[in-house]
């Protein structure tokens, strides 16, 4: 069994070449959707991909937000990341009661062992450390990715923050209590 090193992502520890061996690969079979105000599971079949170029887009940015100053934790495996999260503040909703859990990850042939758990965990931690009270997820509306929520304890999101919600409308609004 691969030895995991689980730790803060820095300017240190990561850079835009991070990603490139990540396999976000996802072949999604069925999805969530709202009909006539019920959740229903529609198969709706697509796969989920990050080239290259998209590796690296999205390792920039994450960089770009940790110098930002948003908490973000990685997984480590012979050094090579396998998993991360990343927290995107300011905190905002009604009570300011939210902060968005902005990056969810693990790549595929690491997914399933428990390592998502515990990176949402640090995550967590992160987000109470900003004295937030709830994570906001605007969540991937697939299968696997809504049972993986739900089994880490998220639920329907009692407030929709709207420029969220807008950006990705298939999404599915969730939060956690933290
Ligand atoms: C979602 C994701 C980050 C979870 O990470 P992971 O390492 O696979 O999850 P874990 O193994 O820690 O599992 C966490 C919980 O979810 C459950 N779970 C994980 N995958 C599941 C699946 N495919 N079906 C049902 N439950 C699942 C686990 O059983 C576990 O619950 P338990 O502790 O009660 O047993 C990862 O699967 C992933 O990267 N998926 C593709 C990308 C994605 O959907 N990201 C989120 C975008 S919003």
Known sequence: ????IYDRITAENFNAASLDGFIRRQEVTHCWRKRDGRWTLLPIAY????DL???RRRA??????VKDGDPAYGAWVQGRLIGFVQLSGPRFGRRKQY????????SLPYR???IGKALFHLACQ???ELSAERLYISAHSAQETMAAYHALGCVEAEEI??????KEPCDVQLEFLL
């Open 47 to 50: 796969v989920e991909d990050w």
């Open 161 to 166: 923050y709207w420029p969220l919600a807008k």
């Open 1 to 4: 069994m691969d030895t995991i």
């Open 126 to 128: 992160g987000a109470r």
């Open 112 to 114: 399933g062992r428990g």
């Open 53 to 55: 170029e998209g590796r």
């Open 99 to 106: 902060i968005d859990l902005a990056r969810f990850h693990v």
């Open 60 to 65: 920039e940015n994450i960089l770009r937000s």
